[in-house]
């Protein structure tokens, strides 16, 4: 479905999104998907995901195709997808990026609306 950015690519799109990138970002590190921000990493350490959010987001895509990348992107691109969390915890893994998934949605339609 996608190809991971290289880093020449996350700039452009940052540049070419840079209000939404800005206002998404925050959103995203709060997320803290697999816990990078809270151990410390810099606040751009999710700008590769960041930035194709935004691209799903301008295609109309909905919860559940930004759900399908997010849990695509944690696994090829983090080696922190479903298969590498235990089984007690992936309905917990599950519920978090579905949730993320859904509001993201609903934050976006806000903002154009």
């Not at 950015?5 to 840079?18: A, D, I, M």
């Not at 919860?63 to 992936?90: C, P, Q, T, W």
Request: one cysteine or more.
């Amino acid at each position: 479905m996608w190809e991971h950015p290289s880093n020449t690519q996350v700039k452009k799109l940052k540049k070419r999104y840079s209000t939404l990138y800005a206002q998404l970002e925050p959103i995203v590190n709060e997320w803290d998907p697999i816990g990078l921000i809270e151990g410390g990493a810099p606040k751009d350490e999710y700008d590769c995901i960041t930035v194709q959010l935004i691209e799903l987001l301008q295609q109309g895509m909905n919860h559940n195709d930004v759900f399908e990348f997010i849990v695509k992107e944690l696994d090829d691109h983090f080696g922190m997808g479903i298969r590498s969390v235990a089984d007690e915890y992936r309905e917990q893994f599950i519920k978090k990026h579905r949730d993320f998934s859904i509001s993201l949605v609903n934050w976006y339609s806000k903002t154009r609306g």
